[in-house]
């Protein structure tokens, strides 16, 4: 990964879209299939946001009209590696607005006893070292699966890590950046606090239960 300041950065995504989606998707009564379209909302614009920095170069073109030198993302080798199984929904968002990303997926489950996070599951493209990565989580809660997923993300060694996810804890930020203080997180909203079961309050449930409509 090239240099990044320690700066510690969190990125709290405040545009009006996003926080009404986000109001939507905090509503207990919310359905499966209106839950899923607007985290799909949401999460193309979290991508603009996280992408919001990414350089550009100028190519010649014709228009109908007039060559030009015109603007197109330079590089564009992105990853989105999706923290199973509730990164899946925003990852499905993310891809319809940068459809040539690449894909990568992390298992964690936590071990009943040690509490510890074990991988089962890791696979992410083998160029990684030319690859924009962002990782991508709805939650992030107690932040022990977020910091092994990017300790694991990093053993790849790529070019750049972002994290997103749509609500934070304040307990998971200072976790996750007491690990990881070299990756950005942006998010959509930093709740008050966490349960004694780790959820986040008043937060929006179990986003995977509410992706999938999973909940019995
Ligand atoms: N994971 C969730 O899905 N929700 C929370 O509130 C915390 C972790």
């Known amino acids: 990964m090239t240099t990044q300041t320690l700066a510690k950065q969190v990125h709290v995504i405040k545009h009006p879209l996003v926080q009404h989606k986000l109001t939507f998707m905090r509503k207990k009564e919310t359905s499966t299939s209106m839950f899923r379209s607007l985290l799909e909302e949401t999460s193309m614009l979290l991508a603009y946001e996280v992408t919001r920095d990414m350089p550009v170069e100028l190519v010649s073109i014709e228009t109908p009209m007039a060559p030009m030198k015109a603007p197109i993302l330079a590089g564009k080798k992105i990853v989105i590696v999706s923290i199973l199984r509730a990164g899946d929904g925003i990852k499905e968002g993310m891809l319809k607005i940068l459809p040539s990303a690449r894909v990568g ?3 964690l489950y936590r071990d009943p006893k040690t509490l510890v996070p ?3 599951y890791f696979k992410v493209p083998s160029d990684m070292e ?3 990565t962002i990782v991508v989580d709805p939650m992030l809660a107690t932040g022990n699966s977020a910091v092994a997923a990017i300790e694991r993300v990093k053993s790849t060694n790529p070019k750049s890590l972002k994290f ?15 690990h990881h203080p070299d990756v950005p997180i942006y998010t959509a909203s ?3 606090r966490l349960n004694e079961k780790g959820y986040i309050l008043p937060g ?7 992706v999938f409509g999973t909940k019995t």
Do not use: M, Q, T, W
Request: proline share 3%; glycine share 14%; charged share 30%.
């Open 190 to 192: 930093i709740d008050e």
């Open 105 to 107: 997926h992390i298992g």
């Open 118 to 120: 074990v991988e089962y």
């Open 204 to 210: 929006l449930g179990d986003a995977g239960d509410r």
């Open 164 to 178: 997103v996810c749509l609500l934070a804890s304040p307990e998971g930020i200072r976790g996750f950046h007491d």
């Open 130 to 132: 030319i690859r924009d």
